[in-house]
Structure formats: C-alpha cells, structure tokens
C-alpha cells in the first residue's frame, strides 16, 4: 500500500467522520440558534414546492439504497431472499430513480436561488460552497452507476465485494485500505466527494437534517395579543397570561368604602 492509498482510504475518512460527529456537537451546544434551513420560502414559494419534494425525497430513497449496499453484508441479503439479480435490479434501477429524482430537485433549487431575487441576496458563500459539494458526489455517483451499472457487462460491478468491506472495516476501527485498490476510478471520485461533503456538514445548513420536530403536535398554540395604547389599564407584563376583554376605560368602576 502506499502513502497516497493510506491516506485517502484511512486517514481521511477518520479525519472526515471525526469532524462530522465533533462539529455537530459543537454545533448544537453552541450554535442553536444557527440550526436552521434559513428558509427562504417566504420570498418564493411556487418553484420551492416542486423542487424541495424532488430533491429531498430521492434523497432519502439514494440514502437507503446506500445503508442497505454498504451496511448490510451481501451474504445478509441473499439469506433474506434477495438475490444478485434481484439486488442488481434494485440498486441499479430504483437507484438511478431516485438518482435522476434528486438531480432534477437539486438543479430546480439551485436555479431558483440563482433567479429569484431576494433568494439570492440571502445566499451566502458558505451556502454556494455547500450546493458545489453537494452535487459533486450526487453527480459522481450517478455517473458511476450509468457507466459501471447500467452499461457494464453483467449485474456490473459489485461493490459488495470491495466497497462496503471496506467502509464496514473503518467502523470496526480495523481498516483494509487494500480492498480499495481495484475499484473503479468513478466510485474512487464518488467516496471521495461524500467524505469532503460530511468534512463541512456541521459548518452549513445541512445541519437540519438530523433535526426532528417531534414535539410539533403537542407544543401549546401561540396567543397573539395587541398591545394598542388604550386597550389595557396596566404596564404589559411579560409572559403567558390568559386573553380578557378590554376594560372600557370610560366606564365607572365601583369602589368600596
């Protein structure tokens, strides 16, 4: 093995993933208020609603379409009752789906910011650094999976046999960097860009994908109050307090002797 191959399939996927987990704790001790999409659809909202589903759903199906190819061994699978045709048919198939699904949402996002106006006033560098490393591995992979997998001889390659050892390796803290050897170049540039991808994660605003809004459904319902000159009697208090008619200030109150 050399420097260069330890380097890229050792070195720097730790160095990626420990950034990953340490920047987002950090983020979210001391950032909260920054844990945010900064949500732009108040200035825009008719292209948001079909690029964000597209985008975000074929995210989701190329995510679990990577946990079950990488994390789940191939003997796992075949015991289960999905065979190399089955699996090849899945992965290759439904994945390029949602492959060409993410592409369209992410160019039909990535237009809308650069066209309307007040969208890209609100784009920061930080923001135009992270759509370049998000559609670097998106496009990578897509190009891997058209020229490997779809019109490679066979069921294509077969990554379950070098690629997903080799990342399982790195979660044992046991790391075989010589698996990556013989992989295609494609998928070399693919895992390459989705290490430097999670490298600036927690620096972005994709930091909101690990966000839950569990507690939406049983929060309390937000009271909005005027607080117009003549409507109270008193200084405004500052919190919750339950909503009363206004006291008519022309009128009598009774006072006891």
């Known amino acids: 093995m050399s420097a260069t191959e330890i380097l890229l399939w050792v070195v720097f996927p730790y160095v990626s993933m420990a950034v990953f987990v340490v920047g987002m704790i950090w983020r979210y001790r001391y950032d909260k208020y920054g844990w945010t999409t900064r949500s732009s659809e108040l200035y825009e909202h008719a292209i948001l609603r079909l690029g964000s ?3 975000h759903f ?3 199906f190329v995510g679990l379409g990577h946990f079950m190819g990488l994390l789940i061994p191939k003997d796992v699978t075949e015991a289960v009752g999905f065979n190399e ?3 090849h048919w899945i992965a290759t198939y439904m994945g390029s789906v949602a492959a060409v699904m993410t592409i369209v949402g992410l160019a039909i996002l990535i237009y809308r910011r650069r066209r309307t106006g007040p969208v890209f006033l609100a784009t920061t560098r930080v923001d135009k650094a992270m759509y370049v490393l998000l559609a670097l591995p998106i496009l990578l992979g897509t190009w891997a999976t058209v020229q490997l ?5 066979g069921h294509g390659y077969d990554y379950r046999e070098t690629i997903s050892p080799w990342l399982r390796s790195l979660l044992y803290f046991q790391p075989q960097p010589e698996l990556m050897t013989d992989v295609p170049l494609p998928f070399k540039l693919h895992i390459t ?3 430097l991808l999670f490298l600036v994660w927690p620096f972005t605003r994709l930091v909101h994908a690990f966000s839950a809004p569990v507690q939406y459904s049983t929060r309390p319902y937000i009271v909005y109050r005027s607080r117009e000159a003549g409507n109270t009697t008193r ?3 500052r919190g919750w307090e339950p909503s009363t008619r206004p006291r008519d200030r022309n009128r009598p109150t009774s006072t006891r002797n």
């Open 235 to 237: 200084d405004p208090r």
């Open 53 to 55: 589903p597209l985008f």
């Open 193 to 195: 860009a989705a290490f």
């Open 149 to 153: 997998q779809l019109l490679g001889d």
């Open 58 to 60: 074929g995210i989701i």
């Open 85 to 87: 045709t089955w699996y």
